[in-house]
């Protein structure tokens, strides 16, 4: 009788960690990874070349893997942290499972770098993370430290495109299937209107290409 019992508990519990999973889709949640990052005191030697974002510096690097890294810079998207295994680019798996504060709380972030899978100055790290063996976004500090510890390094996550408008909410944006911002190079500079610089303008407008940026330095 007792084994029974237990057989229709793990069954229980794995029907409703698929139901979570499921959840998680229908809301446009995608699964993802990321480390973290020092964005330093000046936003504009980030490879987007922002002086401001929408999400002060809640901000990530999309991996110049990833599908619609192209049009990257000035997107917004809510994160949350995923407890999970993890594995990097080399196949070494981490335990994560206990990684995060609460899985129920999110961040909004701007994506305002890049993290390229080849980069001489830090080939081992970079390829490690950036080179599409997964969807990774490497958060800034003050972003990843919101979700879990800084010590762990690297984390699973959940995340999903919002309106920048979210920003100013708690984290419960909603998701949008198309980018109000003008797709070109991820190294791009937005030619801000005046004004600009106030949270509830509805976007960056049309930027060009600009070359110089810096890329993200991971925590492992």
Request: overall charge neutral.
């Amino acid at each position: 009788m007792t084994s029974r019992i237990l057989r229709l508990a793990s069954v229980a519990a794995v029907l409703a960690l698929a139901s979570l999973g499921a959840a998680s889709a229908d809301a446009g949640w995608i699964p993802a990874r990321s480390t973290w990052f020092d964005i330093g005191p000046d936003l504009s030697t980030a490879n987007c070349h922002y002086s401001w974002t929408p999400t002060g510096r809640n901000v990530g690097a999309f991996s110049d893997q990833m599908d619609g890294f192209s049009s990257s810079c000035g997107k917004c998207y809510e994160v949350k942290c995923r407890n999970s295994q993890i594995t990097d680019g080399y196949g070494q798996s981490m335990d994560r499972s206990n990684a995060c504060f609460d899985e129920s709380k999110s961040v909004i972030i701007t994506i305002a770098d890049a993290c390229p899978c080849r980069y001489p100055n830090n080939e081992y790290s970079n390829q490690r993370w950036c080179c599409g063996d997964m969807n990774h976004v490497d958060l800034s500090r003050e972003a990843f430290e919101q979700i879990a510890d800084l010590g762990l390094g690297v984390i699973g996550l959940y995340m999903r495109e919002v309106d920048c408008g979210a920003a100013a909410s708690t984290g419960s944006g909603t998701p949008t299937p198309t980018s109000q911002y003008s797709s070109g190079s991820s190294q791009g500079v937005p030619q801000q209107s005046a004004g600009s610089n106030d949270p509830s303008w509805g976007g960056w407008g049309s930027w060009t290409p600009k070359k110089g940026g810096r890329w993200g330095r991971h925590r492992v």
